[in-house]
């Protein structure tokens, strides 16, 4: 069983906040197409400690305050029925394909919407081991408005320009009633990140790879089931990789196993993991690597912990208003 240590966040974040920042060196003008997995959202973390250190200090009472209620049991019974969250879908273009369908962002509503209620096709693929533990999460996503934006970039990076007007991006909407995703071309094989709880509120949401966004039009596998933003979604939600970014290291989720670390692609079943206990890995959770027909599930654990930043004095409470 994991426990949640806020030792080993302090220890965590201070590692991320020393971390080297080569990304934002990064030229926006490499585009590799992406063959395997990768979130930036780590990452972006660092750079944001790095720019701003009191964030590591808001993220600890976050961590502190997700234990206080799930140690009361409070994220359970915090709203009746489902929680709504309006999405506003940011999209930067150079050519017309990257200009993606309204077709195209609908679908990826509705793999948001599936893989959040427990209504996706392959959920009924969760092996015995974790059956028990499989989560109906229950948050609605409603798209509220797309906004398009032509731009002379090439591609982006995590330095975050894209949620920026004044640097060719697009600033969010509504911050703090809204979920603003930001579809556009990726630098570095970055099929794309998420902003956690504690960031500033101007660069809050979640950025997603035109190609690997929704499961239609160029959505292109094996990331062409609307995964990547399942995933990211997550990571807005205050969940992390489910291997802890580190060799058998903690989620803070007590439910989902010890990994020792990140699997891609379609891993066989009943893949052992040779950390304390030797637990089967549950690669097919949507907080790790794997590719998006292998992800499908989330654990009761981790509903837990998304539904605790709804709560009142948590970092997404004005959600669930």
């Known amino acids: 069983m994991k426990k949640l240590l806020l030792p080993c966040l302090i220890m965590a ?29 780590m990452e972006l973390l660092a750079i944001q400690l790095k720019n701003d250190p009191a964030m590591a200090d808001r993220m600890l009472q976050i961590e502190s305050f997700t234990n206080k209620v799930l140690k009361e049991h409070k994220a359970a019974r915090l709203v009746n029925g489902v929680i709504e ?96 995703l930001w579809v556009c071309t990726l630098s570095n094989d970055i099929l794309g990140y998420a902003q956690f709880p504690g960031g500033a509120s101007a660069t809050d949401g979640v950025v997603i790879l035109n190609t690997a966004f929704g499961r239609t039009g160029t959505a292109a596998a094996p990331f062409n089931k609307g995964r990547t933003a399942t995933h990211e979604v997550g990571h807005w939600l205050n969940l992390r990789h489910i291997w802890g970014d580190a060799t058998c290291g903690t989620d803070y989720v007590n439910d989902t196993p010890l990994h020792n670390t990140a699997n891609y692609g ?11 206990g030797t637990p089967v890995e549950m690669t097919m959770n949507y907080m790790d690597y794997t590719d998006d027909a292998c992800m499908y599930m989330f654990s009761n654990g981790q509903k837990s912990r998304m539904l605790a930043t709804f709560v009142s004095g948590g970092p997404r409470y004005s959600f669930a208003q």
């Open 13 to 41: 974040l201070t590692f991320l906040s020393c971390h080297k920042d080569e990304i934002e060196s990064q030229s926006s003008d490499i585009t590799i197409a992406p063959t395997a997995r990768k979130c930036a959202s």
């Open 85 to 180: 969250i309006p999405v506003v879908v940011n999209v930067l273009y150079r050519t017309a394909s990257e200009n993606i369908s309204d077709a195209q962002i609908q679908s990826q509503i509705d793999a948001l919407n599936e893989d959040y209620n427990a209504t996706n096709a392959d959920f009924t693929l969760v092996p015995a081991t974790f059956s028990g533990v499989k989560a109906n999460v229950g948050i609605r996503f409603v798209l509220d408005q797309t906004v398009r934006k032509s731009t002379n970039k090439r591609s982006w990076n995590t330095n975050d320009y894209m949620k920026i007007s004044s640097r060719g991006g697009i600033d969010p909407t509504s911050p703090a009633t809204k979920l603003n």
């Open 266 to 276: 379609c891993p066989a079943a009943g893949h052992k993991s040779t950390c304390t």
